[in-house]
C-alpha cells in the first residue's frame, strides 16, 4: 500500500508564511485534502482537490501539488492555525484510504 | 446542516466487541459513503475503511481485516461500527467522516467533510 510521509512538526512566525509538504506516490494520481486538528476537537477539512477551501476556511489557506508532492500554504500565519494538521489521499494500489503522519505547527 | 453525530463513550475488556453509532441528517445518507477513522490516544490519524451509499458493499484496512464491520441503517440514516476481539491497543478515538469526490482537471480528489464529533472507546482490564 502508499504511504505519505510528512514533516513530524514545522514552527512559523506570526504572519509569515509556512508550507507543509505531504509526499508520495499515490499524489501523483489522486489530489490529497488536507485536515486541521487542534488538541481534543474532531478534524476538519482546510483544502481539498486542486485548490478548493471549504466554506469558513480562510484564504490564507491555499493548496498545491507538484510530482509526487502536495503542499499546504498558510500565508500569514495566525496564533489560532496552530494545529496539527494531517494529508489524505486515495491508495494507488486499491480502494483504500491513507493518512500521512501528520505535522505539528507551531505559531511563534 | 449536514451533520454527524455519534455514540457516547464505551469502555471494554479485552476480547470484548463494540458497536459504534453514527447518525447523518442534513443531507440524502443513500448518495453518499460514509468512512470510518480512528486516533490513538497522542498518535495520528489511522483510516478504517468504508461502506457504500446502499450499504451492500464494504472495504476495510487490511490490518482490521476479520475484526471489523460496517453496516448502514437507510431507514434512520445511521452507520455501525462493529469491532471484536478488542485489544489494549484498540483503545482510540473512533469517527466516522462523509466521502465527497471530484474530478478536476482529469484528476480525482476526495476528501472527508464532515466529521462526527467521535467516540472514545477504551479497552482495559
Known amino acids: 500500500s502508499s504511504e505519505l510521509t510528512q514533516d513530524p512538526a514545522v514552527s512559523v512566525a506570526l504572519g509569515q508564511t509556512v508550507r507543509i509538504t505531504c509526499q508520495g506516490d499515490s499524489l501523483r494520481s489522486y489530489y490529497a485534502s488536507w485536515y486541521q486538528q487542534k488538541p481534543g476537537q474532531a478534524p476538519i477539512l482546510v483544502m481539498y482537490?486542486?485548490?478548493s477551501r471549504p466554506s469558513g476556511i480562510p484564504d490564507r489557506f491555499s493548496g498545491s501539488r507538484s510530482g509526487n508532492t502536495a503542499s499546504l500554504t498558510i500565508t500569514g500565519a495566525q496564533a489560532e492555525d496552530e494545529a496539527d494538521y494531517y494529508c489524505n489521499s486515495r491508495d494507488n494500489s486499491a480502494n483504500h484510504w491513507v493518512f500521512g503522519g501528520g505535522t505539528k505547527l507551531t505559531v511563534l | 446542516q449536514v451533520q454527524l453525530v455519534q455514540s457516547g463513550a464505551e469502555v471494554k475488556k479485552p476480547g470484548a466487541s463494540v458497536k459504534l453509532s453514527c447518525k447523518a441528517s442534513?443531507?440524502?445518507?443513500?448518495?453518499?459513503?460514509m468512512h470510518w477513522v480512528r486516533q490513538a490516544p497522542g498518535q495520528g490519524l489511522e483510516w478504517m475503511g468504508l461502506i457504500s451509499p446502499s450499504g451492500d458493499s464494504t472495504v476495510y484496512a487490511q490490518t482490521l481485516q476479520g475484526r471489523v464491520t460496517m453496516t448502514r441503517d437507510t431507514s434512520t440514516s445511521t452507520d455501525y461500527m462493529e469491532m471484536s476481539s478488542l485489544r489494549s491497543d484498540d483503545t482510540a478515538v473512533y469517527y466516522c467522516a462523509r466521502d465527497n469526490s471530484v474530478s478536476a482537471d482529469g484528476t480525482m480528489g476526495w476528501w472527508f467533510d464532515p466529521w462526527g464529533q467521535g467516540t472514545l472507546v477504551t479497552v482495559a482490564s
Open positions: 482537490a486542486k485548490n
Open positions: 442534513g443531507y440524502t445518507f443513500t448518495s453518499y459513503y
